[in-house]
Protein backbone atom coordinates (compact mmCIF):
# COMPACT_ATOMS: atom_id res chain seq x y z
CA UNK A 1 0.00 0.00 0.00
CA UNK A 2 3.23 2.38 0.80
CA UNK A 3 3.32 2.56 -3.56
CA UNK A 4 0.73 3.80 -3.74
CA UNK A 5 1.12 6.79 -2.05
CA UNK A 6 4.88 6.89 -3.91
CA UNK A 7 3.52 6.50 -7.28
CA UNK A 8 0.98 10.00 -6.82
CA UNK A 9 3.90 11.85 -4.81
CA UNK A 10 5.48 11.56 -7.80
CA UNK A 11 2.81 12.26 -9.56
CA UNK A 12 2.51 15.91 -7.59
CA UNK A 13 6.07 15.94 -7.84
CA UNK A 14 5.98 16.24 -11.55
CA UNK A 15 3.53 18.94 -11.35
CA UNK A 16 5.85 20.81 -8.85
CA UNK A 17 8.60 20.52 -11.44
CA UNK A 18 6.98 22.41 -14.48
CA UNK A 19 5.24 24.92 -12.03
CA UNK A 20 8.96 26.08 -11.68
CA UNK A 21 9.70 25.96 -15.50
CA UNK A 22 7.03 28.45 -16.87
CA UNK A 23 8.32 28.48 -20.68
CA UNK A 24 8.30 24.53 -20.68
CA UNK A 25 5.20 24.38 -19.14
CA UNK A 26 3.15 27.22 -21.55
CA UNK A 27 4.77 25.65 -24.71
CA UNK A 28 3.77 22.41 -23.51
CA UNK A 29 0.37 22.86 -23.63
CA UNK A 30 -0.08 23.23 -27.99
CA UNK A 31 0.53 19.41 -28.41
CA UNK A 32 -2.53 18.91 -25.93
CA UNK A 33 -4.36 21.80 -27.19
CA UNK A 34 -4.10 20.00 -30.95
CA UNK A 35 -5.28 16.63 -30.25
CA UNK A 36 -7.97 18.48 -27.43
CA UNK A 37 -9.84 19.27 -30.42
CA UNK A 38 -9.28 16.33 -32.37
CA UNK A 39 -10.89 14.14 -29.77
CA UNK A 40 -13.66 16.89 -28.81
CA UNK A 41 -15.25 17.09 -31.96
CA UNK A 42 -15.06 13.30 -32.77
CA UNK A 43 -16.90 12.55 -29.00
CA UNK A 44 -19.26 15.56 -30.31
CA UNK A 45 -19.91 13.55 -33.26
CA UNK A 46 -20.42 10.70 -31.82
CA UNK A 47 -22.92 12.07 -28.96
CA UNK A 48 -25.03 13.57 -31.94
CA UNK A 49 -25.01 10.12 -34.14
CA UNK A 50 -24.01 7.70 -32.22
CA UNK A 51 -27.87 6.68 -31.50
CA UNK A 52 -28.41 6.94 -35.05
CA UNK A 53 -25.30 4.09 -35.50
CA UNK A 54 -26.48 1.72 -33.07
CA UNK A 55 -29.83 1.93 -34.57
CA UNK A 56 -28.63 1.14 -37.98
CA UNK A 57 -25.99 -1.62 -36.38
CA UNK A 58 -29.07 -3.47 -35.19
CA UNK A 59 -32.35 -4.16 -37.44
CA UNK A 60 -33.03 -6.86 -35.58
CA UNK A 61 -35.15 -4.57 -32.96
CA UNK A 62 -36.73 -2.65 -35.67
CA UNK A 63 -40.19 -4.60 -34.71
CA UNK A 64 -39.87 -4.41 -31.19
CA UNK A 65 -42.82 -2.59 -29.40
CA UNK A 66 -42.07 0.45 -27.32
CA UNK A 67 -40.68 0.89 -24.96
CA UNK A 68 -38.07 -2.05 -24.95
CA UNK A 69 -36.55 -0.62 -28.75
CA UNK A 70 -35.65 2.71 -27.22
CA UNK A 71 -34.64 1.54 -24.07
CA UNK A 72 -32.73 -0.84 -25.77
CA UNK A 73 -30.60 1.05 -28.17
CA UNK A 74 -30.34 3.84 -25.69
CA UNK A 75 -28.85 1.48 -23.29
CA UNK A 76 -26.21 0.77 -26.42
CA UNK A 77 -25.54 4.46 -27.20
CA UNK A 78 -24.80 5.14 -23.89
CA UNK A 79 -22.39 2.27 -23.23
CA UNK A 80 -21.14 3.38 -27.11
CA UNK A 81 -20.32 6.75 -25.49
CA UNK A 82 -18.67 5.31 -22.61
CA UNK A 83 -16.27 2.96 -24.55
CA UNK A 84 -15.31 5.65 -26.92
CA UNK A 85 -14.64 7.65 -24.02
CA UNK A 86 -12.53 5.10 -22.55
CA UNK A 87 -10.51 4.56 -25.43
CA UNK A 88 -9.91 8.62 -25.60
CA UNK A 89 -8.33 8.41 -21.89
CA UNK A 90 -6.19 5.68 -22.96
CA UNK A 91 -4.79 6.90 -26.36
CA UNK A 92 -5.03 10.68 -25.51
CA UNK A 93 -1.21 10.42 -24.20
CA UNK A 94 0.00 8.40 -26.58
CA UNK A 95 -1.59 11.02 -29.45
CA UNK A 96 -0.51 14.06 -27.82
CA UNK A 97 3.21 12.49 -26.65
CA UNK A 98 3.47 11.52 -30.88
CA UNK A 99 2.66 15.30 -31.62
CA UNK A 100 4.78 16.93 -28.87
CA UNK A 101 7.66 14.38 -29.39
CA UNK A 102 10.85 16.68 -29.69
CA UNK A 103 9.27 18.69 -26.30
CA UNK A 104 8.45 16.42 -23.83
CA UNK A 105 11.44 14.37 -24.71
CA UNK A 106 13.60 17.45 -24.04
CA UNK A 107 11.24 18.23 -20.88
CA UNK A 108 12.13 14.45 -19.74
CA UNK A 109 15.79 14.80 -20.09
CA UNK A 110 15.72 18.01 -18.46
CA UNK A 111 13.82 16.41 -15.44
CA UNK A 112 16.08 13.52 -15.34
CA UNK A 113 18.88 15.87 -14.73
CA UNK A 114 17.73 17.97 -12.65
CA UNK A 115 16.69 15.52 -10.00
CA UNK A 116 20.28 13.75 -11.01
CA UNK A 117 22.63 13.35 -8.32
CA UNK A 118 25.25 14.45 -10.84
CA UNK A 119 23.40 16.53 -12.98
CA UNK A 120 23.06 14.41 -15.91
CA UNK A 121 20.80 12.54 -18.10
CA UNK A 122 20.84 9.26 -20.20
CA UNK A 123 20.28 10.48 -23.89
CA UNK A 124 19.00 8.70 -27.04
CA UNK A 125 21.53 8.38 -29.47
CA UNK A 126 18.49 7.57 -32.22
CA UNK A 127 17.57 9.88 -34.70
CA UNK A 128 14.16 11.78 -34.62
CA UNK A 129 12.74 9.46 -36.98
CA UNK A 130 13.74 6.40 -35.62
CA UNK A 131 12.42 7.96 -31.93
CA UNK A 132 8.81 8.48 -33.50
CA UNK A 133 8.75 4.91 -35.19
CA UNK A 134 9.42 3.39 -32.21
CA UNK A 135 7.29 5.53 -30.19
CA UNK A 136 4.23 4.82 -32.74
CA UNK A 137 4.91 1.30 -33.15
CA UNK A 138 4.81 0.61 -29.30
CA UNK A 139 1.49 2.99 -28.81
CA UNK A 140 0.04 0.96 -31.42
CA UNK A 141 1.06 -2.06 -29.73
CA UNK A 142 -0.28 -1.11 -26.16
CA UNK A 143 -3.51 0.08 -27.58
CA UNK A 144 -4.41 -3.10 -28.84
CA UNK A 145 -3.66 -4.67 -25.40
CA UNK A 146 -6.07 -1.67 -24.17
CA UNK A 147 -9.16 -2.60 -26.97
CA UNK A 148 -8.80 -6.06 -25.61
CA UNK A 149 -9.34 -4.95 -22.18
CA UNK A 150 -12.16 -2.59 -23.44
CA UNK A 151 -13.80 -4.72 -25.12
CA UNK A 152 -14.23 -7.31 -21.67
CA UNK A 153 -15.10 -5.14 -19.69
CA UNK A 154 -18.23 -3.42 -21.93
CA UNK A 155 -19.04 -7.17 -22.26
CA UNK A 156 -18.93 -7.46 -18.25
CA UNK A 157 -21.01 -4.11 -18.19
CA UNK A 158 -24.22 -6.08 -18.85
CA UNK A 159 -24.01 -8.35 -16.14
CA UNK A 160 -26.33 -6.64 -13.28
CA UNK A 161 -25.14 -4.87 -9.91
CA UNK A 162 -21.15 -6.39 -10.87
CA UNK A 163 -21.14 -4.16 -14.33
CA UNK A 164 -22.34 -1.25 -12.60
CA UNK A 165 -19.89 -1.42 -9.69
CA UNK A 166 -16.75 -3.27 -10.17
CA UNK A 167 -16.27 -3.19 -14.08
CA UNK A 168 -16.03 0.87 -13.80
CA UNK A 169 -13.74 0.67 -11.16
CA UNK A 170 -11.85 -2.03 -12.67
CA UNK A 171 -11.46 0.22 -16.00
CA UNK A 172 -9.53 2.83 -14.03
CA UNK A 173 -7.12 1.00 -12.95
CA UNK A 174 -6.72 -0.87 -16.08
CA UNK A 175 -6.86 2.78 -17.85
CA UNK A 176 -4.34 3.97 -15.13
CA UNK A 177 -1.45 1.46 -15.84
CA UNK A 178 -1.77 1.96 -19.38
CA UNK A 179 -1.81 5.90 -19.09
CA UNK A 180 1.70 5.57 -17.03
CA UNK A 181 2.97 3.22 -19.43
CA UNK A 182 2.20 5.51 -22.14
CA UNK A 183 4.39 8.57 -19.97
CA UNK A 184 7.08 6.57 -18.36
CA UNK A 185 8.24 5.24 -21.88
CA UNK A 186 9.76 8.68 -23.15
CA UNK A 187 12.11 8.50 -20.06
CA UNK A 188 12.17 4.50 -20.23
CA UNK A 189 12.68 4.43 -24.35
CA UNK A 190 15.65 6.92 -24.15
CA UNK A 191 17.12 4.48 -21.15
CA UNK A 192 16.99 1.51 -24.12
CA UNK A 193 14.68 0.08 -22.53
CA UNK A 194 12.05 -1.67 -24.69
CA UNK A 195 8.22 -2.30 -24.45
CA UNK A 196 8.01 -6.01 -23.24
CA UNK A 197 10.79 -4.94 -20.31
CA UNK A 198 8.81 -2.00 -19.56
CA UNK A 199 5.66 -3.79 -19.15
CA UNK A 200 7.66 -6.28 -16.72
CA UNK A 201 9.05 -3.38 -14.81
CA UNK A 202 5.23 -1.99 -14.38
CA UNK A 203 3.26 -5.04 -13.06
CA UNK A 204 6.89 -5.85 -11.02
CA UNK A 205 5.16 -2.80 -8.74
CA UNK A 206 1.57 -2.16 -9.96
CA UNK A 207 0.63 -0.40 -6.71
CA UNK A 208 3.40 1.83 -7.65
CA UNK A 209 2.09 2.74 -11.28
CA UNK A 210 -1.53 2.81 -9.91
CA UNK A 211 -0.85 5.38 -7.39
CA UNK A 212 0.60 7.21 -10.45
CA UNK A 213 -2.02 6.65 -12.81
CA UNK A 214 -5.15 6.11 -11.12
CA UNK A 215 -6.16 9.70 -10.08
CA UNK A 216 -4.41 10.82 -13.62
CA UNK A 217 -6.74 9.07 -15.63
CA UNK A 218 -9.59 10.53 -13.27
CA UNK A 219 -8.51 14.14 -14.23
CA UNK A 220 -8.22 13.11 -18.29
CA UNK A 221 -11.78 12.58 -17.86
CA UNK A 222 -11.52 16.60 -18.45
CA UNK A 223 -10.56 17.16 -21.95
CA UNK A 224 -9.67 21.04 -20.40
CA UNK A 225 -7.44 19.33 -17.51
CA UNK A 226 -5.70 16.71 -19.33
CA UNK A 227 -4.37 19.65 -21.68
CA UNK A 228 -2.55 20.88 -18.50
CA UNK A 229 -1.66 18.41 -16.46
CA UNK A 230 0.27 16.67 -19.60
CA UNK A 231 3.32 18.53 -19.42
CA UNK A 232 3.71 17.46 -15.39
CA UNK A 233 2.70 14.11 -15.82
CA UNK A 234 5.61 13.75 -18.16
CA UNK A 235 8.06 14.79 -15.80
CA UNK A 236 6.13 12.87 -12.42
CA UNK A 237 6.64 9.84 -15.09
CA UNK A 238 9.92 10.38 -15.18
CA UNK A 239 10.67 10.43 -11.81
CA UNK A 240 8.29 7.53 -11.59
CA UNK A 241 10.75 5.35 -14.08
CA UNK A 242 14.20 6.27 -12.00
CA UNK A 243 12.45 4.60 -9.43
CA UNK A 244 11.32 1.80 -11.23
CA UNK A 245 15.31 1.29 -12.44
CA UNK A 246 16.63 2.05 -8.99
CA UNK A 247 18.24 5.06 -9.88
CA UNK A 248 18.89 7.62 -6.93
CA UNK A 249 16.88 10.52 -7.36
CA UNK A 250 17.56 13.86 -5.18
CA UNK A 251 14.77 16.03 -3.91
CA UNK A 252 14.06 19.71 -4.80
CA UNK A 253 17.45 21.33 -3.92
CA UNK A 254 20.51 23.19 -5.08
CA UNK A 255 20.41 21.98 -8.55
CA UNK A 256 16.61 22.94 -8.74
CA UNK A 257 17.98 26.73 -8.23
CA UNK A 258 20.01 26.95 -10.76
CA UNK A 259 19.42 28.62 -13.65
CA UNK A 260 18.68 26.28 -16.86
CA UNK A 261 21.08 27.49 -18.88
CA UNK A 262 23.91 25.82 -16.30
CA UNK A 263 22.58 22.57 -15.92
CA UNK A 264 23.75 19.70 -17.75
CA UNK A 265 21.93 17.21 -19.93
CA UNK A 266 24.42 14.97 -21.34
CA UNK A 267 25.18 11.49 -20.18
Excluded: N
Amino acid sequence: MRDLGVGFRHLLRGQRWVTRHGGRFGFGLLPGLITLVLYSAALVALAVWGYDAVAWATPFADDWSSPWQDLFRDVLAVVLFALALLLAVLTFTAVTLLVGQPFYESLSERCDADVSPDGTAPRSELPLWRELWISARDSLRILVRACVWGVLLFALGFLPVVGQTVVPVVGFFVTGFFLTEELAAVALQRRGVDLRSRLALLRSRKSLVWGFGVPLGLAFLVPVVAVFLMPGAVAGATLLARDLLGEETTEDGPEAERPEADRPVTA
